[in-house]
């Protein structure tokens, strides 16, 4: 890897487009070249979460405490839920000297832009609306408020990666495969021939 990769990659794009499955892969693939910054949430494990290892799962009081504290580079609220990123757990990332991974939302992409951090941002985008729509279903872990809730808050998301100078990469996570290639490249600081942001319309 070379030096400039070391600074940290955010990761953001909408709920189910498939941000956690890439990262898995890389972290199964570089065990020891790349470490997840994990948030503080106020969301309920998943079956087969731990505490510590997907998320802090945390209280709301708890929650509130540390945003007093100043304790978060960024938070944010989503889907009814506390979600936030520490500054100690990047600092603690930085010092095993892995490459720090940071898989955040929109809010917090806006929040980390006015701190001095300058990390790299990498937007993944969905093929589609609806192949959105038919992978937060396919995932059967929200009831069919919480992914509508979902899917209005991705197009508030989608919009947000339209403005500007928003995102130094995107990849459309189409065919999974493809789609990690060129996740791997930019995480490992290499060249890539990155996508365009299809029109998400549907
Ligand atoms: N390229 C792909 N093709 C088909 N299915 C995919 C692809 N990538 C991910 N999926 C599936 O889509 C669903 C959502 O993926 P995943 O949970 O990784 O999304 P996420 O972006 O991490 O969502 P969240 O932000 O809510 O955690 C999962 O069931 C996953 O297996």
Avoid: W
């Avoid at 930085?94 to 832009?113: P, S, W």
């Avoid at 951090?117 to 279903?137: A, C, D, G, H, K």
């Avoid at 490249?185 to 890539?192: D, I, M, R, S, T």
């Amino acid at each position: 890897m070379s030096p400039s990769s070391k600074v940290p990659l955010v990761i953001f794009g909408p709920s189910g487009v498939g941000k956690g499955t890439l990262l898995k892969r890389l972290f199964a693939e570089f065990p020891d070249g790349f470490g997840f910054s994990v948030s503080h949430t106020t969301r309920a494990p998943r079956p087969g979460e731990t505490d510590g290892k997907e998320y802090h799962f945390t209280t709301p009081e708890k929650f509130k405490d540390l945003i007093q504290c100043g304790a978060f580079i960024e938070h944010a609220q989503f889907s009814g839920n506390f979600y936030g990123t520490s500054f100690q757990t990047v600092r603690h990332v930085a010092e095993t000297g892995r490459r720090c991974v940071l898989d955040i939302d929109a809010q917090g992409v806006q929040q980390i832009k006015r701190t001095d951090l300058n990390p790299i941002y990498l937007f993944i985008s969905p093929p589609s609306m609806t192949v959105l729509r038919e992978r937060l279903r396919g995932r059967a872990t929200d009831s069919e408020e919480a992914i509508q809730k979902r899917l209005s808050t991705a197009l508030k998301e989608i919009q947000y990666a339209r403005e500007p100078n928003v995102y130094d990469y995107v990849i459309v996570n189409d065919d999974l495969e493809k789609a990690y290639e060129k996740f791997r490249q930019v995480a490992l600081g290499q060249e890539v021939n990155q996508d365009m942001l299809p029109p998400l319309d549907d």
